[in-house]
């Protein structure tokens, strides 16, 4: 027994056949979106993926440029369909490749839906990402001499300045590090010794940060040096004025940064998740089409179903049908084995 019949006249088709395509193509324009800010997306990660851990973080810009394409061509081929059906003719082409575009459309939108649950949890993924890779990016930010690892201090640099942050987890992160390089040290100087004599690893720390951590709306000049030492500066008390340095950390500002984008990215998917609402419509379409009362007559009446058969029906004989996809595939495969019998003389 069908599930959902609706019935339908000539009238009636004819608005769902033009309402379809017009929300075809509004999932059209929707998916050049998704593919467009995954694309974006993907740019933004690649012009800081010296402060990523992994490259893992790709996977849900690349699942975002899929997702986007493949909306932008199995709505249009929807549209197409929903066109033709406007002229009975031209309808009967599409009839036997309807009902397998229905289910790839299907598995589209489950694939459509987990790919926003993941926009929308990859925050978490990143959190632990950036604090790995700011913290390795931190270490290498004197190696200006290194190949391969000269670009980190202006990457960290303008890195700061966009984000107004500092540090990993805020500006005290720089004390921990050695980011003076030994190249711009005088050896011969006894604070420089001191302050190597005064860790166990040998390194160069003060309580300074880098230039890019200074707050430029600061009235004060910016103090980047002994931070934490009230008598060097002149009324100064680090521990109750406001500092003139960014004291919010680069990890928090990136995440909130990439998490707001994610949440736009994946609300807008979950848009043309809905949108995909028309295969509901297209399938209306296409039953009531197959059962006009008289077939020779357009205008006839007809009724259209979601479902041919019951919930369960339905799943039996979808389970029966791949069982005997895999049984003709077992004979397909074993065909060319012949028994031992067919060798004996």
């Known amino acids: 027994m069908a599930i959902m019949k609706v019935k339908f ?3 009636k088709r004819v608005k769902l056949a033009q309402g379809l395509w017009l929300m075809s193509w509004f999932a059209v324009m ?12 993907k740019i933004e990660l690649r012009k800081r993926s010296e402060m990523m851990d992994n490259k893992e973080s790709h996977f849900v810009p690349n699942s975002l440029i899929l997702m986007g394409i493949l909306a932008c061509l199995l709505n249009a081929f929807g549209g197409k369909i929903c066109y033709d059906s406007l002229d009975p003719t031209k309808f009967v082409r599409w009839k036997s490749i309807l009902k397998p575009y229905l289910v790839v459309c299907f598995l589209f939108n489950v694939l459509l839906f987990l790919t926003a649950i993941m926009c929308f949890t990859m925050r978490l993924a990143l959190e632990s990402t950036l604090a790995n890779g700011l913290k390795s990016g931190m270490r290498y930010y004197k190696d200006t001499d290194t190949p391969g690892r000269c670009y980190m201090k202006k990457t960290l640099d303008l890195m700061q300045i966009e984000f107004r942050c500092c540090g990993n987890n805020n500006f005290r992160d720089w004390f921990e590090i050695q980011w003076i390089s030994n190249r711009y040290l005088d050896f011969g100087s006894k604070d420089v010794k001191d302050r190597i004599k005064s860790n166990i690893d040998g390194k160069y720390l ?13 009235p004060r000049p910016c103090i980047q040096y002994q931070i934490t030492n009230n008598s060097a500066h002149y009324s100064y008390d680090y521990h109750t004025e406001e500092l003139n340095i960014w ?4 990890r928090e500002s990136l995440l909130s940064y990439y ?8 609300a807008l998917v979950l848009l043309v998740w809905l949108f995909e609402v028309i295969m509901v419509g297209l399938r209306y379409l296409h039953t009531s089409l197959g059962s006009l009362s008289n077939p020779d007559d357009p205008e006839s009446e007809s009724e259209g179903w979601l479902l041919e058969k019951s919930i369960k029906e339905t799943f039996s004989s979808f389970a029966e049908d791949l069982k005997s996809m895999g049984k003709l595939n077992k004979v397909e495969a074993g065909s060319g084995i012949q028994p031992a019998s067919a060798f004996r003389t």
């Open 247 to 250: 004291t919010r950390g680069c």
């Open 30 to 41: 929707t998916g050049v979106l998704v593919f467009g800010l995954g694309l974006f997306f």
């Open 9 to 11: 006249d000539a009238k």
């Open 259 to 266: 998490g707001g984008m994610m949440n736009s990215i994946g």
């Open 206 to 218: 003060l309580d300074g940060v880098p230039f890019s951590c200074c707050n430029p709306n600061s």
